[in-house]
Structures are given as C-alpha cells and as structure tokens.
C-alpha cells in the first residue's frame, strides 16, 4: 500500500518534523512522481546512485545521504547532497571536511550512533564518540556544519524495543546539545524512523524521518 506525501505528514500529529523521502533503488519517473506531490528532500544510500540522479533530476531537490559512505565515494555527492546523515567515523568526518573545503561548500552533517544493539554495523558507540568531541577537533572541521544525529533502531518487531532506542538516540542528542554543542545553534536534528517505526520515532523526539516503502512500495533490492 502506498501513500501520498500529504497523507504521511498529517499523521506527524506535530509541526516541524521533516520528511526525506527515501529513493534508493527507484527510478527517475517514480520520484518525480512524489515530486510533483510537492516533495523536494529526497534520501539516497549509495554514493554514485544520488550522483546519477542528482545530474537528471530538478535542481531544487535537496538530496540526502542516508547509507554507509566510503571515504573514496565521497568525492561523487559533494557537489549535490544537502546533508549527510551518516557520518559515523572520524576518518570519514575529516575526509568530507577536505573534500568540503576543496569544493568551496559547508555541508551539514549528523553523527550516526550505533542505537541498536547487534545488526547494526555502522555508528559511533556514544563513550568514543564523546571524547573525540570533547577533544575540540570538531571546531577545526570548519567545512562541516554539525547538525544532529542519526540512528536505526533494530529491525524487530517488538516496538518496546525500538522505542527504548530511539530514547537512547534522542538523550545522546540531548547530552551532547547541552555540552559539546552548547553554542551551536546548528545542532538540532534527531534523524530517526523509518516505515514502520517513524511514529514511535516523532513520540520520542525526531525532528526527522527517513520514509521509503511508505511512499514508494517494496524494494526489490537492498
Ligand atoms: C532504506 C532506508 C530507510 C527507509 O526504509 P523504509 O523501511 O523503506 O522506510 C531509512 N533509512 C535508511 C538509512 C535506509 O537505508
């Protein structure tokens, strides 16, 4: 069953959180169907497929990286992605920022953190994550605009898990707002939900929503 883009954002119930309409694997004609629904935030998870698009499609669609990025495929979305939800290493952080800085761009950024607690391969473990930031390194990156952070919960069924991981999420955002990033008016998203999950996601505090099935229908792959 699929929705409109209108009939997912009334069930928000709240103002102010922001839909990324996800893409991956769908071909030009499907998104620019969702796109005349008024939709412009568009996620994409591999680094040449939103480089593709990205050259055929309306410059006015703000394209987000939402998948695992290798250092060596950064170079493809500089020039298109509004905001990269995924960075989950340090060696990836300062990779962007050079790439960034070579290009002329500020690109806005959320730190992945690993929520869940065994599928999940990617995400900084929170104690790490921390003491890098507290090491005031971040403040040098100055091509990157630090802007929240990003979780999946697990892919189970039990809801009573997920919520307990979107908590987690949402308080590590909480932690590093009223530190780290005190001063940093910028760092504000809480990127979390997906189809099945996005409602429990804005209960527990998302600002913003990574929505694929929902609005596309199944994917055959990944
Ligand atoms: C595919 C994907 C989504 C969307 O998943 P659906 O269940 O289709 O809504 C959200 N976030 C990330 C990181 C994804 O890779």
Redesign the pocket.
């Known amino acids: 069953m699929m929705h409109t883009i209108d009939e997912i954002k009334s069930g928000f119930g709240k103002k102010g959180v922001q839909l990324v309409a996800?893409s991956?694997t769908k071909p030009v004609q499907e998104i620019m169907r969702v796109y005349r629904q008024g939709q412009r935030i568009f996620?994409e998870?591999r680094a040449q497929e939103l480089e593709r698009k990205a050259q055929q499609l309306p410059e006015d669609i703000e394209w987000h990286m939402?998948?695992h990025l290798q250092r060596n495929k950064v170079k493809h979305i500089i020039p298109h992605t509004a905001m990269i939800?995924?960075v989950d290493s340090i060696r990836l952080a300062r990779e962007v920022n050079k790439l960034a800085r070579q290009a002329g761009r500020s690109i806005p950024c959320l730190l992945q953190i690993r929520i869940a607690r065994e599928e999940s391969k990617y995400g900084f473990d929170f104690q790490p994550l921390k003491e890098w930031l507290d090491s005031g390194e971040w403040k040098d990156l100055d091509n990157i605009i630090f802007a929240g952070v990003m979780g999946?919960a697990s892919f189970v069924s039990d809801m009573d898990v997920v919520r307990r991981e979107f908590r987690l999420l949402k308080t590590c955002f909480d932690k590093l707002k009223s530190s780290v990033f005190a001063d940093a008016p910028a760092f504000r998203e809480v990127s979390m939900g997906?189809?099945?999950d996005y409602l429990i996601a804005i209960e527990e505090g998302s600002t913003m929503v990574?929505?694929?099935?929902?609005i596309f229908g199944e994917?055959s792959s990944?």
């Open positions: 996800v991956k996620g998870n939402i998948g939800h995924s999946m997906m189809s099945g990574r929505i694929g099935t929902l994917r990944y």
